[in-house]
Nanobody
Framework: QVQFVESGGGLVQPGGSLRLSCASS????????MGWYRQAPGKQRELVAR???????NYADSVKGRFTISRDNAKNTVYLQMNNMKPEDTAVYYC????????????WGQGTQVTVSS
């Protein structure tokens, strides 16, 4: 089963930027949909961005206009560029493959912690 390793998190001030990376254990070329999720303390994991194999993207309303998801199939990597960050973006961020029913189906990685604070 496909597995992912997330990296690039850290501490950033409000208004700052971070770029997260998600490396796959196998080729993502055949994976139609990849997504970035996040889980804040005491909250359920939520999908914040999704990208299809052809590059079509969609975003949660809370991050629209600030976050950009992209994928490099040759490097088996998915990215999340986060700009104009807010304290409410603080969470552990994960990536995963998404099936046609909208369910994540790969093994969850350790995630990468993102903290937005002054």
């Amino acid at each position: 089963q496909v597995q992912f390793v997330e990296s690039g998190g850290g501490l950033v001030q409000p208004g700052g930027s971070l770029r997260l990376s998600c490396a796959s254990s196998r080729s993502i070329f055949s994976i139609d949909n990849m997504g970035w999720y996040r889980q804040a303390p005491g909250k359920q994991r939520e999908l914040v961005a999704r990208i299809t194999r052809s590059g079509y993207t969609n975003y949660a309303d809370s991050v629209k206009g600030r976050f950009t998801i992209s994928r490099d199939n040759a490097k088996n990597t998915v990215y999340l560029q986060m700009n104009n960050m807010k304290p409410e973006d603080t969470a552990v961020y994960y990536c995963n493959a998404i099936n046609p029913l909208g369910t994540a189906y790969g093994n969850w990685g350790q995630g990468t912690q993102v903290t937005v604070s002054s």
